[in-house]
């Protein structure tokens, strides 16, 4: 499967973006897929991650309460909605697939990638 990342930008802190990824190739509701991020200086880290098909969700402490991740089997498509944004959030931003039912949380459990987006809070 190959993984297109999009929606990263621009924002001040408080403000809100939607991060899509796009898949093709193999079929798509057969991947648990994942939203990570790596901060300069810090490691790739899972921020939201999301099961095949009973729509499970994981997220870390720090996107509780302010990000969703949801997934358009239809549409071959996995979104991050991102809310209350802080300076602390900005980060290249990572969708990652892995075949199977149940999501993962580290980056060696996940065998595609997408190419990142940056998303830059501003203070």
């Known amino acids: 499967v190959q993984l297109q990342a999009s929606g990263g930008g621009l924002v001040q802190a408080g403000g809100s973006l939607r991060l899509s990824c796009a898949a093709s190739g193999r079929t798509f509701s057969s991947y648990a897929l994942g939203w990570f991020r790596q901060a300069p200086g810090k490691e790739r880290e899972c921020v939201a991650a999301i099961n095949r098909s009973d729509g499970s969700t994981y997220y870390a402490d720090s996107a509780k309460g302010r990000f969703t991740i949801s997934r358009d089997n239809a549409k071959n498509t996995v979104y991050l909605q991102m809310n209350s944004l802080k300076p602390e959030d900005t980060a290249v931003y990572y969708c990652?697939?892995?075949?199977?039912?149940?999501?993962?949380?580290?980056?060696?459990?996940?065998?595609?990638w997408g190419q990142g987006t940056l998303v830059t809070v501003s203070s």
């Open positions: 990652a697939a892995r075949p199977g039912s149940y999501y993962y949380i580290r980056t060696s459990d996940y065998d595609y």
